[in-house]
Nanobody
Framework: QVRLVESGGGLVQPGGSLRLSCAAT????????MGWYRQAPGKQRELVAN???????NYADSVKGRFTISRGSAKNTVTLQMNSLKPEDTAVYYC?????????WGQGTQVTVSE
């Protein structure tokens, strides 16, 4: 059974940076896509960024130029580097492996951007 282990997140001031990491365990093959979604209070869960087979990437318009998604050195790991954070980036961030419809989800990690 696939299990996603997330790390990172926390409290940061506007303009600061955070790094989220996710590792998928329990599988031997390379899983695609892997990505990050977020859900703010009262809002629907939305795609932040994902990385596809062949290493193509997608980003939400709101994070383009500020966030970077990349694969880790170990198989089935992914990192989200978040720079120039804004208060509107505050949300619970979820790692996903295999796509939002049938894939696996992490437990979520809180990112709070505030003075």
């Amino acid at each position: 059974q696939v299990r996603l282990v997330e790390s990172g997140g926390g409290l940061v001031q506007p303009g600061g940076s955070l790094r989220l990491s996710c590792a998928a365990t329990g599988i031997t093959f390379k899983i695609n896509p892997m990505g990050w979604y977020r859900q703010a209070p009262g809002k629907q869960r939305e795609l932040v960024a994902n990385i596809l087979r062949g290493d193509g990437t997608n980003y939400a318009d709101s994070v383009k130029g500020r966030f970077t998604i990349s694969r880790g050195s170990a198989k089935n790991t992914v990192t989200l580097q978040m720079n120039s954070l804004k208060p509107e980036d505050t949300a619970v961030y979820y790692c996903n492996a295999g796509g939002p419809s049938i894939g696996a989800w992490g437990q979520g990690t809180q990112v709070t951007v505030s003075e």
